[in-house]
């Protein structure tokens, strides 16, 4: 029996009102991830990259179609639901780390637990715990306006990790960093994704970091396609030719 998919999207539509007419993003896009897959999304700016992985992040809602995680459609959970979904099964690392700045670092890293009710001694001893596993311990006490942009990247890493999720989705997590410190922060991001046994998704315009990835995945023109990781060309697909399909 083949393992359930992490994640599941079936004809995902989006659509905005523009102008009197439907400027379509994107339509009709199928995808299956497996667990603890690692997938780069790759395309140019403006082709609908972070608006996907917004809806996948329950961020954003679809026109059309449906986003499995296991068994459960998220697109069909009420708002309440939704932000106890986002809190207990995934963590987001955006390019603009976001943190809250009249709060120190193992306090930015508490947060997810503590608005989920978690003991606040138990939140602190785990908050240090993935500091520790992105090497700031030593940081733990200092403001966000005291850490340098990786180092922000690296506490946003460990409170994405602190809710211990099962889904890890980053937007260009390198895209505010020079090219040594967004080199160690993506090789960070692949080990504990690893580790913690995260199927991870990482939107990307670094083509040598998304050939890192178990599968690259080219958004163009609404379409979502599959990339040779060597060549970085279309591999094409037979269902997809065959009926019509945006599947992957």
Same mark, same amino acid.
């Given at each position: 029996? *083949? ?52 809806? %996948? ?6 026109? !059309? ?95 994405? %990790? ?14 505010? *960093? ?23 998704? #990482?939107?990307?315009?670094? %083509? ?10 080219? *958004?163009?023109? !609404? ?19 065959? #009926? ?5």
């Amino acid at each position: 029996m *083949l393992d359930t998919p992490a994640i599941r999207v079936e004809q995902l539509t989006k659509k905005y009102r523009s102008g009197g007419a439907d400027l379509v993003i994107f339509e009709g896009i199928d995808l299956q991830i497996s667990p603890g897959e690692h997938v780069a999304l790759v395309g140019e700016s403006g082709a609908g990259k972070s608006t996907f992985l917004h809806l %996948l992040g329950g961020l954003d809602s679809p026109s !059309g179609g449906a986003i499995y995680f296991g068994q459960k459609d998220i697109c069909r959970l009420s708002g309440a639901e939704l932000s106890l979904f986002r809190n207990r099964e995934l963590g987001f690392v955006w390019q603009i780390p976001s943190l809250l700045p009249e709060f120190s670092a193992q306090e930015n890293v508490m947060m997810p637990l503590l608005i989920r009710g978690e003991d606040p001694e138990k939140s602190a001893a785990v908050s240090l715990a993935r500091l520790d596993e992105v090497g700031l311990r030593n940081r733990a006490s200092h403001r966000a306006g005291e850490l340098s942009g990786g180092e922000q990247q690296r506490v946003v890493l460990a409170r994405a %990790l602190a809710g211990n999720p099962k889904v890890l989705l980053a937007d260009e997590p390198t895209g505010n *960093l020079d090219a040594r410190t967004g080199e160690m922060i993506m090789a960070l991001l692949e080990e504990l994704s690893r580790s913690h046994g995260l199927t991870s998704i #990482h939107v990307t315009h670094n %083509l040598s970091f998304a050939q890192r990835a178990d599968r690259i995945l080219k *958004l163009e023109r !609404g379409l979502l396609r599959q990339m040779d990781p060597a060549t970085l060309s279309p591999i094409p697909s037979s269902e997809s030719s065959e #009926h019509g399909r945006n599947h992957v």
